[in-house]
């Protein structure tokens, strides 16, 4: 069983920036993929990015590349997005979510546990 609780969301203008923290529990985060969501009021929650177990790989979704930058601490069983350049479209809550002990981190893969979510808000 993993539990997410995520942090750092705000109230941010255009062109600001923003760090999204994820604390987990559970021995096997350091082999567990992770991932940040999003979802916008009357929209589908989408996928933002992805790091695998070793933080080896990352993905992301296309409006993101170059903004965001998710990374992984598997000593202190925390994920964390950094967000640059954020727009208006950005505004949305952000989900943690954990993936199966040695999981893919795409969108497609297995999305097991989910945090309560985090709202970020980017003014024009």
């Known amino acids: 069983q993993v539990q997410l609780v995520e942090s750092g969301g705000g109230l941010v203008q255009t062109g600001g920036s923003l760090r999204l923290s994820c604390a987990a529990s559970?021995?096997?985060?350091?082999?567990?993929?992770m991932g940040w969501f999003r979802q916008a009021p009357g929209k589908e929650r989408e996928f933002v990015a992805g790091?695998?177990?070793?933080?080896?790989?990352?993905f992301y979704q296309d409006s993101v590349k170059g903004r965001f930058t998710i990374s992984k601490n598997n000593a202190k069983n925390t994920v964390f997005l950094q967000m640059n350049s954020l727009k208006p479209e950005d505004t949305a809550v952000y989900y943690c979510?954990?993936?199966?002990?040695?999981?893919?981190?795409?969108?497609?893969?297995?999305?097991?546990?989910w945090g309560q979510g985090t709202q970020v808000t980017v003014s024009s």
């Open positions: 559970g021995r096997t985060f350091s082999r567990s993929p």
């Open positions: 979510a954990a993936g199966d002990p040695l999981g893919g981190a795409t969108p497609r893969a297995e999305w097991r546990y």
């Open positions: 790091i695998n177990w070793s933080g080896s790989g990352t």
